[in-house]
């Protein structure tokens, strides 16, 4: 019983192994062959977010940029002097011009647009809205 047990043991400890270096292999087959893969994606997505133009008056509260090894998110509130239909209507517009797609959301409150790997949120409420850029390519989430 005690060596059934025990070569349960190892095969656990080898799949819990194998499950955590999937991530860090894949991360490598694409790091390896373009070292500069992950910065490039993160400049692309800054000058993609700071290719949209906000509402005319808008006032910046705060802003935040997150970055991970692969990954980069910004997050921005701004004051704006629009109705909640009216920052809709802006950003339905101006993200258009600029090649991004809407995408219908099960949350009445957020707007999803996408462009390529790019998923760009906004909230909007009366006098604030929420902006969000996030890459959504299928690669390791570190």
């Known amino acids: 019983m005690g060596k059934i047990f025990r070569k349960i043991q190892i095969l656990f400890a080898i799949l819990v192994v ?3 270096s999937i991530p860090i292999l894949q991360f490598l087959s694409e790091y ?18 700071e290719n949209i133009e906000l509402p005319k008056g808008a006032k910046e509260i705060e802003k935040k940029t997150y970055n991970k090894i692969t990954r980069i998110w910004i997050i921005a509130d701004y004051e704006v002097n629009m109705k909640k239909e009216e920052i809709e209507k802006y950003y339905q517009e101006e993200l258009s011009k600029k090649g991004w797609e809407y995408e219908k959301t099960i949350n009445k409150d957020e707007m999803n647009f996408t462009k390529n790997d790019l998923l760009f949120v906004v ?9 969000e850029i996030h890459y959504r390519g299928g690669e390791p989430s570190f």
């Open 18 to 20: 194998i499950g955590f």
């Open 32 to 49: 390896i062959p373009n070292p500069s893969i992950y910065h490039d994606r993160k400049e692309n997505m800054k000058a993609e977010y």
């Open 123 to 131: 909230i909007a409420k009366d006098y604030k809205v929420c902006t």
